[in-house]
């Protein structure tokens, strides 16, 4: 059973980069067959996935997140990494990473597991 858990900042400053950490246990983020995705909620919103890596590497982002995301992984922790540059009070939510075996089950929000999520502020 895959078990993930996030950690890092609960608020970050406007213009800032957000990064958080997803540790893996149960599995490992080289040899698993899944797609290891963020996603966030805003309050009062709903889920938006941001993007996934696949034990290739490779990775894959919402297109209009593109631009500020950066998904990563340290193969010496097993650990999947967050970066979202420039971000503004509109970025604060709840902070999830999730896997899955299958892209398009990630983008449906259909995961195998999921970590308790984190919460993420952005304000001065």
């Known amino acids: 059973q895959v078990q993930l858990q996030e950690s890092g900042p609960g608020l970050v400053k406007p213009s800032q980069t957000l990064s958080l950490t997803c540790t893996v246990s149960g599995g490992s983020v080289t040899t698993s067959y899944y797609y290891w995705s963020w996603i966030r909620q805003p309050p009062g919103k709903g889920l938006e996935w941001m993007g996934a890596?696949?034990?290739?590497?490779?990775?894959y982002y919402n297109p209009s997140l593109k631009s500020r995301t950066s998904i990563s992984r340290d193969t010496s922790k097993n650990q999947l990494t967050l970066q979202l540059s420039s971000v503004t009070p509109e970025d604060t939510a709840v902070y999830y990473c999730?896997?899955?075996?299958?892209?398009?089950?990630?983008?449906?929000?259909?995961?195998?597991?999921w970590g308790q999520g984190t919460q993420v502020t952005v304000s001065s």
């Open positions: 999730a896997s899955s075996v299958d892209l398009q089950r990630a983008r449906r929000f259909e995961y195998d597991s």
């Open positions: 890596i696949y034990l290739s590497g490779a990775t």
